[in-house]
């Protein structure tokens, strides 16, 4: 949960940094007492409050990402299309190269992590751990009036993951799209900065700072 946490907290502190120009180190330190402030003084009920604004903000502002997105590519949405196709940028499913059962082949199921195989090993251990042993999942369960309604939580958490998980495969798509139809002049940045160039840069006003907000809230 530590290294989890932690890497969300840089994401975010990446997004402050590209906006303000703050230190990376002073950018984690706010964002860090920032989210412990209002968990220490609220306790659970401050993080559900919170999780359930901050979810929402997410959520607009990736789908107004999308839009900006689509709306920057030359021919906006059919041209995103003949773009997926031609460059098979959709491929969600990968199977691990090998084309019998040999040792290079399940070899090649641990080596290939975006495989197939190793996606369903990888996420089944993953959510025994984060499902079955995290504290950070089970005090939200807590929570709840009684266990079938923790069980229903987790079943839809697990559903509403699906189109979130899809919204945002769409926003990176979409932005490839853009920067490879219409290459910007302000650069690109490397992989961390991507999401955060395109907002500073092709965002309106208003919605800008909804998408800022947005990026600090999924970290928070």
């Not at 984690?28 to 989210?35: D, E, P, S």
């Not at 399940?106 to 993953?126: C, K, N, V």
């Not at 940045?189 to 907002?199: A, K, Q, Y």
Request: negative net charge; contains cysteine; aromatic residues 8%.
């Amino acid at each position: 949960r530590i290294l989890a946490s932690g890497v969300r907290l840089y994401i975010a502190s990446i997004a402050v940094v590209t906006v303000t120009g703050l230190p990376i180190e002073l950018a984690v330190l706010v964002c860090a007492l920032f989210a412990g402030a209002y968990s220490l003084i609220g306790g659970i009920r401050s993080v559900i409050a919170t999780d359930s604004i901050q979810g929402f903000i997410f959520i607009v502002a990736a789908i107004s990402v999308l839009w900006v997105a689509i709306d920057r590519i030359p021919g906006g949405v059919h041209a995103l299309f003949d773009w997926i196709e031609t460059t098979d940028s959709a491929k969600i499913l990968f199977w691990p190269e090998g084309s019998s059962v040999d040792r290079g082949f399940f070899w090649s199921l641990l080596a290939e992590s975006r495989s197939l195989p190793a996606a369903l090993i990888g996420g089944f251990f993953l959510t025994l751990a984060t499902h079955g042993t995290d504290h950070d999942m089970v005090q939200r369960l807590l929570t709840c009036r009684d266990g079938n309604s923790a069980g229903r939580a987790l079943v839809v958490s697990g559903v509403v993951n699906l189109p979130l998980t899809a919204l945002f495969l769409a926003v990176g798509t979409a932005i490839t799209c853009c920067w490879a139809l219409a290459p910007p002049s302000y650069g690109t940045g490397n992989g961390d900065e991507i999401l955060p160039i395109f907002v500073m840069h092709e965002m309106p006003p208003g919605l800008l700072g909804l998408v800022l907000a947005g990026i600090l809230a999924a970290a928070m």
